[in-house]
């Protein structure tokens, strides 16, 4: 996104390597939630998908259990 403001794009279901990926192709800064157990696909991201946000901000991914 190359505007000050995005929606965080939808990533639950990708891989968390790709969720990443795509939240860094949007224009946002990314951490991995507190669930270090879980597998290798994203669950949700916080906030939540098509939230709008500056960009730049910090979204993190939800790992599935």
């Known amino acids: 996104?190359?505007?000050?403001i995005c929606a965080v794009p939808?990533?639950?279901g990708l891989?968390?390597?790709?969720?990443v990926l795509e939240?860094?192709?949007a224009g946002f800064?990314?951490?991995l939630?507190?669930?270090t157990?879980?597998?290798d696909i994203a669950a949700a991201t916080s906030p939540a998908a098509g939230t709008v946000l500056v960009?730049?901000?910090r979204v993190t991914v939800e790992r599935a259990p």
């Open 10 to 12: 939808h990533v639950a």
């Open 55 to 57: 960009t730049g901000g």
């Open 37 to 39: 157990s879980g597998g």
């Open 1 to 4: 996104c190359a505007l000050p």
């Open 33 to 35: 939630g507190a669930n």
């Open 29 to 31: 800064r990314v951490s």
């Open 15 to 19: 891989t968390v390597r790709r969720a």
């Open 23 to 25: 939240l860094h192709r």
